[in-house]
Every structure is written in C-alpha cells, then in structure tokens.
C-alpha cells in the first residue's frame, strides 16, 4: 500500500515538473526561507494546497523535527499523502478547504511559517483575501508565507510577462500530462475510488495576477512582500507577518 501510494506520488511528481520545470529549485528556496526565518529546528509549517505531500516531506526531510500540517481539500490527493506517510513524526495531511471560513482551525497554536505551491491561485479573488486574513491570524510574529505558484505581472507589465511565459517554458515531453495522471488513477483499484469530479481551469475565477495577490496580503496585514525566487512566470512569492 505505502510502496504504491509513493509510485502514483513519484508519477504526479513527474507530472507536475513539466508545468513547473525548475520545481525541486522552487522548493529548495522555499524550505531555505523557513529555515532562515524561522531559525529554530522544530518550526511549525502549514502546507496550503499539499496534494499528495511533495512539499511537505522535502520539508520534513531537510528540516526533521519540523512538525508539518498539510492542507487539502482533494480526497484523493489526501488518501495518496497519508498511504505513503502512515507513521512518519511531524507529519500531518489533514482535509480542510481554504476557501471556506474556518479552515484554519484545523491549525492549533501560532504557525512559524506557511508554505504552498501551485494551488493558491486556483481561490478566486474574494476567497483568497479572505484566506490570507485567516492565514495572517494564525501565523506567530515574524512568520512567513512563501506562495510558489505561476502568478504573473500581465496587468502591469504586458511585454515582460510575455517574456516570462517564453523562458518559463517547458523543452520536455511529459510521460503524463495532467488529465492523463488523473485519468490512470481513476482505474487504480486501490485508490480509484477516492477521485471525485474536479472542476477544470477556469481563467475567469482563479486568481493569478501577482499585482492582486500583493493587494490581498497587504490588505491582511502581511508587511514586507516581495519575490524571492522566479523563473518563468512561475515565483517564490514571500510575505512576512
Ligand atoms: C496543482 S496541485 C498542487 C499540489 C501540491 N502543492 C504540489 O505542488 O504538488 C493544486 C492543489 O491545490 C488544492 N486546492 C485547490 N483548491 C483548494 C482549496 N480551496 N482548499 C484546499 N486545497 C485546495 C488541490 O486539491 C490540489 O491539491
């Protein structure tokens, strides 16, 4: 079950490398942050949006007394993190959906840092105000919130963000794409039955402008917020609380 759980993860990493082709770079500067910040050995870690947990236990690994909670609201993407982590200390995927109120109580005590990649965009604009309010609530003074995600400056600088999107790209054919890792697993035996119908893409309700992502973190409260790390549009947005 765990060995088969860790290949289905190993193909959705594969997968997710071709829409973020400098992936394991974007988590290594993530999880360089939080130690920097954070400065202590055993920080407590949110993983908004963790899917199957490929953040999470690159954190844990590098960071081992870290205690991480990843969220997520994907039943599937749940089911495949905790098979392949039963057992693992400071490790926790627990389902929680972020653009409801209230997400954060699954959350006890003050959050040293808040980590995510590729998933806050998909909150449309209200809800993700809104997340980062409760965000900004539960992290501890000083905490921060390192967003990897494709969030591009199309509103503010048309011409550059173009520019990004062509060295942002991808040279490599995927084994996988997307639809394709979710078509297979929908036959697996084991974990089939967990997949529930997914919304697809939709351009008019995500949220990917860098410029309103500032706008809604500064509204939160969040002081010094800037990009840490970008290749393509796809960055390490920061934002310190
Ligand atoms: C592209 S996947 C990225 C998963 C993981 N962070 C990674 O990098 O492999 C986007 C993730 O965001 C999660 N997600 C989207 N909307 C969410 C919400 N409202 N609450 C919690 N998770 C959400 C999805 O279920 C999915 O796991």
Redesign the pocket.
Known sequence: MREHAQSWIAR??AQ?QF??PH?EAL?STIITAVQEITGKPDPVVV?????????SVRLRDRIPGAKVVG????PL??ALAQAAHPETPGLRFV??????PG?SDVLDGPVDAAV?????H??PEP?LHA?YAELHAKLAPGAILLD?DHLTAEDTAPTLARVHRALGRSTTTPDDT?EQWWDAIAKDPTFGHHVVP?AGHDPHTETQALSTHVKALTSAGFTEIDTIWQHGDSRVLAAIR
């Open positions: 959705w990493d997710q829409y973020v992936r988590f993983d908004l949006g963790c899917g199957p947990g490929s953040l969220i997520d609201t994907n993407l749940l389902s929680a959906d972020l653009s409801e997400w995510s990649t590729t998933a806050l998909w909150l809800r997340a990897g997307w997914r």
